[in-house]
């Protein structure tokens, strides 16, 4: 028999959680309860504590998504486990769709080689600072990128510093110079040998990364691959993805031939061709290229991380490979994981309908205004009223704050905060910060504690106490 499960909200919310859930057909039993509260957000760990019956009649219990609460308390009180469901009632239905896809979004099996191409005009200190920082985003290999024409004399000094600190690390170079130093000072990976420079794999432990002799020259590439073969070494073979409108779908299918050819060799793909080299919203480039990767089973990415717009690729880079191996090892969609590749829109960016925020609006009796979003534009609303726009300007006289600036100034921010999301086509929620995904870093957020006033309410505060 499946769980049955509590759900625990507010006044103004019961109604709406009961039609959504009676509106999914859920496949286990469930009870809602009001918990005593107005706002289902505003339940804490005192009240749910103090007025849960217990025992509890229910297999587990599940919470509003912005409940601060701390769930391992609440779980070892009662005797059941706590969750914490999502932040929208109307996407429960989707919450419990996605239970069949709770893949371990830990795994990957893509290491990224993350290149510091400016390393040899860099000390060995700030490339020691630039590789912890790649290694906290996601990066497994630290690729020295060597500069034509320059000379890097700190090299087996950076290899070395790299390798106490025990990161792998990779050295690319056109010169064979380089590449043999940094193979001899201890590289484990060497960037790029072809079949005119594979004298120098037999001089160092560093697995060689293998490329055509000339540009698209795939037998020359088949040919150091067999050379590598016969002598039972292991390589990574990159027959090179090229920029669009340059050889690109060409460059594409080389790597779908060799896979063809080769089903069990070891490749990687280079993807700074495509994220550099174009002005478009890396997420999107990323996922594309490393869904390619997981379908080629090509477990090694070269990411580069240069231009302004690719500030973030490391990161998605890492977020991807998690969604692709998911995905893959679910026979599954790459949807419906994690909407961190979801920078600029939402896939569902208005909960509520005009229809349902104008019903919540009639509820309201206290003079505090509530933001939303839906559809038609910006909805703000209290006692006194229910005022819609699609440019925020237009509702600053409907709100009577000229003589309070402190929560003249909080509307503002909000209602910018909401115009944004809404031309954006985003999810919005009243004092929180938008989300960006993988973008831009989110503020640090302590769920299992309640926020601490904001600047506008402590300066209310301090002019009343004065």
Known sequence: MAESILFL????????LEAVLEGMMASFPWKVLDIGVKVAALMTEEIIA??????????????????????????ERFGVP???GPDELKDIPGYFGRARK?????????????????????????????AEDYVRKGANVIDLGCLPDTPFPHLEEAVQALKEKGYKVSVDSAAPDELLRGGKAGADFLLSLNEDTLH?????KSTPVLIPKDHGDLPSLYRAMDALDKKGRAYLADPVLDPINFGFMESLERYAQVRRNRPEAEMLLGTGNLTELTDADTTGITAVLLGIASELHIKNVLVVQVSPHTRRTVEEHDLARRIMYASRADHDLPKDYTSGLLALHARRPFP????????SAGEVRDKNFRIEIAEDGIHIYNRDGHHIAQDVFDLYPKLDTEKDGAHAF????????AEIAWRLAKRYAQDEPLDWGVAADAPADDKTKLKQAGHTLMAKKKRQVS
């Open 410 to 417: 909080y509307l503002g921010v909000e209602l910018a905060r």
């Open 50 to 75: 103090r007025r849960l019956p217990n025992p509890v009649e229910a297999d587990k219990i599940m919470l509003p998504g912005r409940c601060r609460a701390d769930l391992g308390r609440l779980s």
């Open 9 to 16: 909200t507010g006044h103004l919310a019961r109604p709406r």
């Open 82 to 84: 706590f969750v914490r």
């Open 102 to 130: 709770a893949s371990d979004m830990t795994k990957y099996d893509i290491q990224i080689f993350a290149e510091i191409v400016d390393a040899s005009a860099m000390t060995v200190d700030a490339i020691l600072k630039r």
């Open 200 to 204: 120098i794999a037999d001089k160092v």
């Open 352 to 359: 509520q309908t005009p229809e349902e925020i104008a019903e």
